[in-house]
């Protein structure tokens, strides 16, 4: 692993720059107003319990979906609004997608963190617009794209004035209907100066890949958290749903709520392992 990254704050806690691991977890998108604040509470509860800095995260609306029948969202405006009181009530950051430049400064009343998708990263007009809202912003990286294309992914944000910047790999395309990670990437993605996360969910999915929608691996999450994290990420991003079967979206690659904790107990103790390791020589 390389040197530390920039520190961005998030809230009142600290991504990069050496500091501890930071987990962005929640269902992949506001489903209702019960699970969603259920949900939230019980991730911030196993954070806690690991001393772990939490950003939770939920999209208020899906728009990259595989059909036109997927579903897509229960209504902006009230999705934005569970999301507000999760942050209100919890006290935590708040990390959401947008796909249109008019959504930006929408979803900036709510969010803390403004999440490019990873089909959209290289969108100019998007990326410039979340960062002129001055939010943190996290661009994913494509599934098409190379780790050291994403430093003119950033460069657009930039061109807005915003440094607030993260960059996630969340697998790349290998082959139909399938993703592999390349853990080369993260180190790649270090050398712009910007924290890096793993998301470990989107990793495992097979795009398409199941009836006109998304399949998944999920019992691969926990071997890629591990090596994400060993090698050198600033924050690990899984998706989690109480029932990932029966949720609204990407069913076959979300981790089941009650994974998390044994999930999260093994990836902070390599986290402090490696932080360790590296700091300790430099």
């Not at 269902?27 to 001393?51: F, G, W, Y």
């Not at 939920?58 to 969202?73: E, I, V």
């Not at 249109?100 to 990263?121: G, K």
């Not at 103790?269 to 490696?274: F, G, M, N, P, Q």
Request: hydrophobic share 40%; net charge positive; glycine share 8%.
């Amino acid at each position: 692993m390389s040197h530390a990254t920039k520190k961005i704050k998030v809230g009142d806690l600290i991504v990069g720059g050496g500091s501890p691991l930071v987990l962005i977890a929640g269902p992949c998108v506001v489903e209702n107003r019960d699970m969603v604040l259920k949900t939230a509470r019980t991730i911030q509860k196993v954070a806690q319990s690991l001393n772990t800095p939490l950003i939770f995260k939920s999209s208020y609306r899906k728009a990259n979906r595989t059909s036109r029948t997927s579903f897509s969202g229960i209504g902006d405006e009230k999705a934005l609004s569970i999301l507000q009181e999760v942050k209100r009530e919890l006290g935590i950051p708040i990390l959401t997608d947008i796909h249109l430049p008019t959504e930006a400064s929408v979803a900036a009343e709510v969010a803390d963190v403004l999440q490019i998708p990873a089909f959209l990263c290289r969108q100019t007009e998007l990326l410039q617009a979340a960062g002129k809202t001055g939010k943190v912003v996290n661009i994913k990286k494509g599934q098409f794209l190379s780790p050291a294309e994403m430093k003119l992914a950033a460069e657009k944000v930039e061109t807005a004035g915003n440094k607030n910047i993260l960059l996630t790999e969340r697998g790349t395309t290998f082959g139909y209907n399938n993703l592999v990670v390349d853990m080369r990437s993260l180190s790649i993605m270090r050398a712009t100066g910007y924290p890096v996360v793993l998301d470990a969910t989107h990793s495992v999915q097979l795009p398409g890949g199941k009836n006109g929608g998304s399949g998944g691996q999920p019992e691969f999450i926990f071997p890629i958290a591990r090596a994400g994290v060993a090698a050198g990420c600033d924050a690990l991003f899984v998706e989690t749903h109480p029932n990932p079967a029966k949720a609204w979206s990407d069913a076959e690659s979300q981790l089941k709520l009650d994974l998390l904790a044994d999930l999260l107990k093994q990836v902070v103790a390599i986290d402090r392992t490696v932080r360790q390791a590296v700091f300790s020589s430099t």
